[in-house]
T-cell receptor, first 112, second 114 residues
């Protein structure tokens, strides 16, 4: 079975631009979470979605938004990119809330 | 509020030696606790988790961890290190009961010396 897939794997943007990152969960998984991992640090929770509804939000500015589609895939959008947004963005899916999360390999976002 | 503290950002062990990675947590509610491993340029893989019940938890690749409520600790151990264990390890905590906002530690890079 396919794991969590994220696209693109790498992305280079400039300050002020916006970006959309995509995530396809494991088949049958209804919950998707997004994390930001800055180099040398642990992942930080951004959003969690379950059954297309936002169920949790971390301490990130409103420039960050996300949504989950009827097929349970998800997009993370970041507007007005800053240099500090450079990071590995990880998506994780789980069968439901409170279930172990399975991570994708991430999207490496570099801001110039 | 919840947090985890991983003691030691870098740990070096000889191949065949005991691996001990330390994690202390803080949580205002009964926690779920996790250890994840991350290899270069990859996502995180779950090694093991504690939810309720038995405090000694066995995971994949020969790793285990013991939940000690009195010490608020969840240290990761492996009796004999293998070269393939070289990676970064993250301790994480989430509130129990279904809400899954996971808080990660800053990670410990494990180096295995041949």
């Amino acid at each position: 079975d396919a794991g969590v897939t994220q696209s693109p794997t790498h992305l280079i943007k400039t300050r002020g631009q916006h970006v959309t990152l995509r995530c396809s969960p494991i088949s049958g998984h209804k919950s998707v979470s997004w994390y930001q991992q800055v180099l040398g640090q642990g992942p930080q929770f951004i959003f969690q979605y379950y059954e297309k509804e936002e169920r949790g939000r971390g301490n990130f500015p409103d420039r960050f938004s996300a949504r989950q589609f009827p097929n349970y895939s998800s997009e993370l959008n970041v507007n007005a990119l800053l240099l500090g947004d450079s990071a590995l963005y990880l998506c994780a899916s789980s069968l439901a809330l409170g279930q172990p999360q399975h991570f994708g390999d991430g999207t490496r976002l570099s801001i110039l | 509020a919840q947090s985890v503290t991983q003691l030691g950002s870098h740990v070096s062990v000889s191949e065949g030696a005991l691996v001990l990675l330390r994690c202390n947590y803080s949580s205002s509610v009964p926690p779920y606790l996790f250890w994840y491993v991350q290899y270069p340029n990859q996502g995180l893989q779950l090694l093991l988790k504690y939810t309720t019940g038995a405090t000694l938890v066995k995971g994949i690749n020969g790793f285990e961890a013991e939940f000690k409520k009195s010490e608020t600790s969840f240290h990761l151990t492996k009796p004999s290190a293998h070269m393939s264990d070289a990676a970064e390890y993250f301790c994480a905590v989430s509130p129990s009961g279904g809400y899954q906002k996971v808080t990660f530690g800053t990670g410990t890079k494990l180096q295995v010396i041949p």
